[in-house]
Every structure is written in C-alpha cells, then in structure tokens.
C-alpha cells in the first residue's frame, strides 16, 4: 500500500514485514509491485493494493527497450542462480519465516533472494544452533525432526515467490534433489558443450528503474478512517519513598523456603514436547538454608472425664395440674394443635420418618470417585511355606456360605517334558487343595488330597460339603468336607482340642492337637472313561435341571445340583453324574458297600469310585477342516438360582412327580433314580448351546444335543454352527455377565472381547493390543459395566465402560510375578473382596473401593443401551461390507461390458450440429435462470393470448 509522505516518489516493496521496513531497503535493488508480507498473505494487503498491482502491471508493458536494467546490483554475485525447480521434485517441505529469521539467515524477501534467484544455502549447524537459542519461538522448529536426520552439512531453502506451496519459503528434504537443483543436466551439441554452435553469449546492461511520480488511488482516506489517536489528555503520577539513611543498622532473621510472599518460589521442571535435545552439560543449583530443630516438653494431660450434676427435678403440684387442665389457654392450644398432629400421622403413614437421609445421600451419585480413593487395597495374603511356597496356584473358589473361607489349588512349576523328566519325584510330592481362613492367615484349615495336580475345581452350590476337581491326567475328583464343617465355622483359637492342650500338663500335650486334617478324595473317575488330556474347566450345571445322555435338558426333580460339567484339551466336553444307577444288589453286595472305609474315607460317593463314567461325550470337530477343536473353557447360559423363565414348567412337573408317588430325596444320600430321564420331557425354554474357547485363540458356538446323521445313520453331535479366531493367544477366559445371561467375557493373549450369544456378526467390542498378556479376567458381581483383568507383570486392570472403553479405569501393581486366577466376592453390602493368586504360591485379597463395587443409578440400563447400540453398529457395518462388494462387482461387470461392447457408430454431421445445438440451447437456459436469480436480469412477461 502506497504511503502519502513518499517525497522522492519512489515505490517501496510490500513483500517485507514491519521490521524490514523500518531497517529501509537498498536503492538499487529491483522491486515488485506484487504486495506480500513477511508475515505471509493476508486479505487487507490483497484488497489495498488491487489497484496499484494493475497500474505497476500497466507500466511495465510500457517500458521500451532503454528503461530496462543492464546492470546487475553488487549482491547479485553472491546469490545462486539455477533453473527454477522442477516440477517432479516432491522432497520438499513448506516452511514460513518471518522477517527477524530473514534477517538472521540473510534470506530477505525480494532482496537476498529474488523470483529469478530464490535458492539460498543453510548450514545445519546455524539452524540447530537457532533452534537451540530461540526453542519453540524458532520458525525451523516444526522441520525440527528433518534437520536432526538430515545427513548433510547445508540444505537447500528455496524462496516460494508465488505461495505454490502454501508458506513463503520450503526446504529441500533430500541431497539428490539439492543436486539435481544445483547442478542441473546440461543439454550437449555439436559446436561445444553446452551450447549451440554459432552462438556468442550476449551480455545485458543493467539500467535501474527510474522512479516515477506517486499516483494515489485513495487508500489514504481508508488508512485516515481506520487510524485512531489520543484524545485525552495524559496523567502524569510521581511515586517517590524516602531512602533509607546510609550506614542505619539492619536487623536479618530467618525465613523458610516455603514462605512464598517475597522469597523462594519454587518453578518445577518440565518437558517440553516441542523441544527435547539431549543435554551434554547440565547445571545444578544448590542452595543452603538454615538448620532447623522441633523441640517438645513434656505436658501432664490427664485423661477426660464426663462431669455429672445430679440434681432434683421440679415438678408441678396436684392442684398447679388440676388448675393448668382446666385453663382456657390449654384448650385453645390443643384444638388448635389437633389439625396438625392429624397431618403428621398422615404424613408418618406415607413417608418413612425412620429413613436416614445422612447415610442415603449421594448414594446415587454417578461421578467416578466420590466416595474413595479408587485403589485396591491390601486386605490379607495367605501363603504356606511347606504346601503353597514356590507353586504355581491353578484355581481358587470362595466357599459359598461361609464368609471369610477360601480354596486354591496349587502345583508344581513344571512343563510337559520335565514333568516326563521327573515323573518319579512329582508322584511322591502330594497334590493338595488348601481351604484357608481369614480367622488363621498363617495356617490352612483343611487339605484335600488328589491323585494328580488339581487345573480345576468348585464348590457344589447347592451342597458346599461337596467339592469337584479335574486332574491333569484328565480324572474327576470328588470330596467330602461334611465332617469338618465345624472346623470351617470356628475360629481354630477358641478350638476344643486347643483347650485341652492348654489345660494338659507340661509335657503331655497333644502334638496332633493343632494338625491340619488331610481329607483323601471319596471318588475319581476311571481312567480309561476319562479325558485323555488335563482338565481346563469344570463347572456344577444348575439344579433345575439335569442333561440325559441325548443331550437333551430335563428337569431335575431332586433340587439339587448332581451333575458335572468338564472340558479338557482331548476336544471333548463331558457331562457327569453324581447319582447312584437304578441297579438292584443283593444282600452280600450290599452289605460289601455299607462297610466302613478303613482309612476313615466317608461313603457318599463310594459307587462312583474307579467306576465313574460320563453320562454324555460332546465331541468338537471343526465345521470347514477335519480338525478339531481343543477346548480351554465352556460356558454354558443356564445359571444356577435362575429360574424365572422355566418357574411354570417346573411347578407343572413338579406336580405330576408329586401325583405319581415319586420321593424326591438328596442325590449326595446315594438313592437312585425314580424314573427314567428318557420318559421326562425336555425343558422349554433351556437352550442346549454352550460356547467354548481354544488355546488357538477361538470362540466356537456348539450345541450338545445328539442327532442322527442322514448318511450313516449314527448319533452323533452337530458341528459348531459358528467360530471365530478373535484371540491371539490361549482364551483362558470365558465368563457371562452376572446381570446379562447373553453377553459374554472372552480374554486371550493380548486382547479381550465381548460377545453376544447368539450374534454371529462378531465382537460387540474389541480391545487393542495390550503391552502386557493377560492371564485372567472376572466379571464384577455388582456393577454391570466393571470387570477386572489380570497380566503377567503382576498388574490388575479394572474397566469401567461407563467411563471409557478405549483404555482400562485404573492400573495398580500387586505381585511382581505373574497373576494366575482372579476372583472378586461380595462379602456383604458394604464389602467386597478381590482374591488375586500369583505364579509364586501367594494369594493376596484385595479390598474393592466403593466406587468400583456401588453401581450408579440406571446403571444396568445405561449397559443395556450400550450394548444394543455396539450391536446395531455392528448390523450397519455387515451391511455396508455386504453393500460396498455388491458394488464393486457391479462396478467391475459394467466395466467388463463396456469393454467387451462394440464400438459405437460415427454420428455424421446433421447429429452433431443437432447435439451441439440442443447444448448451446441448455447452456443459454441456464445462464439466463443464473442471471434472474443473482437480479441482474429480469424476468420477462409472457405476452398475453391475442383475442
């Protein structure tokens, strides 16, 4: 923009920033009328200098031959000259410099480098050390990361007169395109090297511009409207305070560090992402404060005591009672009073008076946190140094009614060759389940002996007395605890064996007093009948029903849970029967089995011994291969206590049982079967699908059910109807959701997933990768949205989705060594407990935080809602993939047609007039509808009919 007090007329350039102008620029030096800043292209300098980019244009097409330059300014020596950039060049990088970086790299605008020399050479030195001086104020800091790597020692910066690249200047990135830049191919000839024969090299004279006179356009008065001035005048203040006097004593006292008024302030370090260097030198500041020391003196403060003043009541007399009755104000009170006292009992019979609105509030509170810290505290740990130490713990159940009491089963640290290696030794150390108790940390209340190492066990529900477990050689395992019930329930300090030792004589103690009681198994399968391989997963199906042996479910009329669930790696799932067969013995046989065990083994399951055989055998081959598949965990939807959807139906054939004479008695007592599971009807409603996860990271969805195959003949089991690898690693984990039936928890490798039964679209929700691998996951009993996973660092990861699904809620350390199993319980309202085992023999029980164990309000709802969203996203997403392949192929025949079509006819000439004609008559149409609507044009009446 041109300015008003140019005397000497001549035109100043606009291509500089506030700063260049202010330095001047020098005279000699050809200048463009173009207008462009320093500070890059803005609307006002385009809009201001409009008309003076027309009239410099204007006068250069009318300069002569004389009045151009032939002479070059001194500096035009030093700058390179080169070909412009060509346009296959793509190693660039668009950087902005102002005017104060122009300056330091002597790359000013128009002046150091031109349009016509626009390459100017950096040393890498010069920017780093720019960088380093002025951090992130620097202009080459976003090409921080590219002049770090750049492997020479100069690069090439190139002046973008015409913002090409979208900043005034760019960075040539690489050293063959520095090259090829500099040093361009020269075309060869016949009369010499780089030139045409004949040809004489012409020299130009350099004439500078003459200036000419100052022509305004009225941008003058634009800059007068827009400047503002002082219209007030100034005030002008003079502070002053008195010196001190010179040589005045000066008292000094001691100050701490934290007295922030007028002393120390501390500024803590920080990294700044923008700019990280590594530093060679570093410099440490030390500084010295005054020592100092806490004092105290003893103060006699006796204990607090409550004083009392016991005095004698007043009391009004008989007649001050007599005469206060009969007084008119009593009764003007009391009718008055009786209107609200009726209210208040009308009240009290709506609202709870009783409720506690201090304990109720924010109760319902949905923030994260509110009522704790959120962190798993360290409740209690048990390890035994003789049984548990420096094992491996393969499963842990919480004893089902009693609180406080837990199981783990341990084995040996071995894999599969050096258990070959030392079979001998590993036979002689005993397997063992330890039930500990929180009353006794330090010492297992009962050991339950097996013939193998234990991978799984649990509790029947029904009958906590009775405990199942899968061997590693593939047996199941029963036992009997009834007899030491009493153990469980009391604390072993108030003990009646304990006691007697006390009260013995010196020297005649019991030594067996205090023993931990090794209970030996009642029962194990039969080995030929059992898995070939170890047992991954055993679960107690539900005691509303039973499996008969065609897989079909049918109501269990005994009520309590007497069938067993396995899988093991053999590719086979098996259902087991704890009931004794409907078989007739005689008296001999029977007197046989009454007898008593001689090692004080109790007789529950004394039929199933070495005998035990499964019931039903689903096998697993895989749909597509003639694989199979190698089953780590199985799930299955019927849960035990769950009976809402099948209540009808029981009560129907509870009825006919009770009707025809059949006795219902406990299974565990050893009575047989009333009638045939052939006979009874199967259970509407119970599906007879499971799901079951691999060690190749699968999810198969299978079903139980035998069926007859059409070809041979033979029942058989159908194929999986669907699976999926979603896993990168073993799933060891395979859980439902305690508050929905359908949706499913599935860990493996370094990831987890949820499903959704019977949705075989995929994955409602997907992890990414984690940095550490999982070990273990739970479902959390009492918020629908938390679940905890473990790693193998020793980390628990709690997730929330009512927070965030992208990554977990909190992280927290608890063992140093892999975490094994992880179980969380729910002790009572107001507790829940968390147990963790480790690869070291230690189970450590966490206490959950208030936040992560109190469900929010609708919190049950908001997951629903979730998941039905995640899973409407997943139709839409199938859909599309469906939809966008349907399109390529229709793309991709349409093409094959065209190709394939022959070719068309040539159109002679009335067509082509005719086609360009109908063009030429569209285009004026829509140039005159354009026209209407921007109000250039009118619209034109049409002419009325004539009569």
Partial sequence: MADENNEGGEEKPSRTSSAKSKSGSKPGTPKTPRSRAGSGRSGSGRAGSAKAKDKAKKDDEEKTEEEKPTDAPADAAEKLSAPPVPDDITDIMAIFLASKSQELFECRADEDVTSDHPYKLLKKEDIIQDMKTRAAVSDFSPAKQLVMDYPGEELLLVYDYDFKHGQNFYLITTEESKDRILNPPKATGEGGEGGVEGEEDQVVE???????????????????????????????????????????????????????????????????KNYSLHLLELDKATQAIATWKDCSSQTDWKYPRNAVTQYQPREFTEEEKEKL??????????????????????????VDVFFDDWLALASDDATFGSKSDGHL????????????????????????????????????????????DNASKTLMTPSLILIWSFTDPIHPQLLLEAPDDIFSFQFNPSDPNIIAGGCINGQVVLWDISQYLDRLKNPRSGGKLKQNSMNALPGFEDENALAIPIIRYCAVSSIEN??????????????????NRYGLPVFNKHGDCSQ??????????????????????????????????????????????????????????????????????????????????????????????????????STMGGFGRSRSAKDQKPLEGVTTKFYISTEDGEVAYADMKIEKDQDSGK????????????????????????????????????????????????????????????????????????????TEEGNVEVWDLLDKTHEPTLTQNITACSITRIFPWQISSKQQL???????GTLHILEVPWNLRHPSSNEATSIQNYFEREEKRLEYYVDRLVFREKEKRDIDAEEQRIKNAPPPAEENEDQIQEKMRREYEAYLQLENELLISLGVKQEEDEPLPEK
């Fill in 206 to 272: 350099y004439k500078p511009p003459v200036p000419k006179d100052w022509v305004s356009y009225g941008s003058e008065k634009e800059i007068a409207e827009e400047a503002f001035g002082e219209t007030r005048p100034k005030k002008v203040f003079k502070i002053a305070r008195p010196r001190r006097e010179f040589g005045a004593p000066v008292n000094f006292t001691d100050r701490d560090v934290k007295d922030v008024k007028d002393g120390y302030v501390e500024c803590t370090p920080y990294d700044d």
């Fill in 564 to 665: 067993i669930l396995t899988c093991a790696g053999d590719s086979c799932v098996m259902v087991w029967d704890t009931r004794a067969p409907k078989v007739t013995l005689n008296p001999l046989e029977a007197k046989k089995q009454d007898a008593p065990h001689p090692l004080g083994i109790p007789a529950t399951f004394k039929h199933l011994d070495l005998s035990w055989k499964p019931v039903l055998k689903v096998s697993l081959p895989k749909p597509d291969t003639n694989g199979e598949f190698a089953p780590l965990k199985v799930s299955i939807k019927e849960r035990q206590g769950d009976k809402a959807h099948v209540q009808k139906q029981i009560e129907q054939m509870e009825k006919e049982a009770l009707g025809g004479g059949i006795r219902r008695e």
């Fill in 377 to 420: 505290k360290e409740y209690q740990s048990f390890t035994d140094l003789q049984f548990s130490k420096d094992k491996t713990i393969t499963c842990i159940d919480w004893h089902p009614n009693l609180k406080g009491v837990i199981a783990v089963a341990c084995s040996e640290r071995l894999t599969f060759d050096q258990r070959v």
């Fill in 530 to 547: 059992s898995h070939h391989l170890s047992i991954t997963d055993i679960q107690w199906i539900p005691d509303h029903l039973e499996i």
């Fill in 834 to 840: 968390l147990a963790v085992s480790d690869d070291m």
């Fill in 325 to 350: 009755s009969t007084s008119k104000e009593v009764k003007v009170f009391i009718e008055g009073s009786i209107p609200r006292f009726e209210l208040a009992l009308q009240q009290n019979e709506i």
């Fill in 715 to 790: 029942l058989t089991n159908p194929k999986p109807s669907w699976y999926s690898a979603l896993h990168g690693g073993p799933v060891h984990t395979l859980q439902r959701s305690f508050f929905f039936k359908n949706i499913i928890l599935c860990v493996g490798g370094w990831t987890f997933s949820i499903l959704k039964e019977e949705n075989q679209l995929g994955p409602l929700l997907s992890s990414c990768c984690s940095q550490k691998k999982y070990t273990a996951a739970h479902w959390s009993p009492t918020r629908p949205g938390v679940f905890f996973i473990a």
